[in-house]
Nanobody, 125 residues
């Protein structure tokens, strides 16, 4: 069983930055593709970014490409999401997700087996 705990959310003004972290426990982190998803109030959960188990490949939603950067430190069992140039429309609960071992990153939530509880990001205008 994999446990995921997000941190780093908060309130920031438009144009500001935040760095989210996702700490994993339960084993095999370095063999799992990881991803960030977000869900705004009253809206469905949407893909934000994904990273392969070794970190060589990354994928982004069009809406965040060029502003957000996903990364991971397998020695620390932690994944990150650096968010720059934040916009009010980035306001959402951000959740990290882990895939089954040795699978490629997916842009769909169906591709992930484990989920964190989420961290709130609020961007004021």
């Amino acid at each position: 069983q994999v446990q995921l705990v997000e941190s780093g959310g908060g309130l920031v003004q438009a144009g500001g930055s935040l760095r989210l972290s996702c700490a994993a426990s339960g084993g095999a982190f370095s063999t799992r593709a990881m991803a960030w998803f977000r869900q705004a109030p009253g809206k469905e959960r949407n893909f934000v970014a994904a990273i392969s188990w070794g970190g060589e490949s990354t994928y982004y939603a069009h809406s965040v490409k060029g502003r957000f950067t996903i990364s991971r430190d397998n020695a620390k069992n932690t994944m990150y999401l650096q968010m720059n140039s934040l916009k009010p429309e980035d306001t959402a609960v951000y959740c990290c997700a882990a895939a089954s071992t040795w699978t490629s990153p997916s842009l769909s939530s169906d591709g992930y087996q484990y989920w964190g509880q989420g961290t709130q990001v609020t961007v004021s205008s």
